[in-house]
Nanobody
Framework: QVQLVESGGGLVQPGGSLRLSCAAS????????MGWYRQAPGKQRELVAT???????NYADSVKGRFTISRDNAKNTVYLQMNSLKPEDTAVYYC????????????????WGQGTQVTVSS
């Protein structure tokens, strides 16, 4: 079983930056994808960014060029560097880890953190 703990959220002014961290305890299977999702009040949860065990990244169009996802496998941690923040980035950000067995087509486990609040306001 994998446990994810997010940190780094807070209040920031428009144009500011934050770095979110997600520390994973337990063993994540070698074939995996970690990422960040967010949910604003009254809105559906949406993908922000993902990164695979091989280092491939994917970003929502709304954050491309502003956010950068990275991972440190030795520390079992994934990061989200958030620059040029906008009020519409305000949401609870959730860390996710999805692991696969044998191939990418077979989901083996799906884990979520408790979320960290990011508020962008002047």
């Amino acid at each position: 079983q994998v446990q994810l703990v997010e940190s780094g959220g807070g209040l920031v002014q428009p144009g500011g930056s934050l770095r979110l961290s997600c520390a994973a305890s337990g063993t994540i299977f070698s074939i995996n994808r970690m990422g960040w999702y967010r949910q604003a009040p009254g809105k559906q949860r949406e993908l922000v960014a993902t990164i695979t065990s091989g280092g491939s990244t994917n970003y929502a169009d709304s954050v491309k060029g502003r956010f950068t996802i990275s991972r440190d496998n030795a520390k079992n941690t994934v990061y989200l560097q958030m620059n040029s923040l906008k009020p519409e980035d305000t949401a609870v950000y959730y860390c996710n880890a999805a692991e696969y067995g044998s191939t990418w087509s077979k989901l083996r486990g799906d884990y979520w953190g408790q979320g960290t609040q990011v508020t962008v306001s002047s």
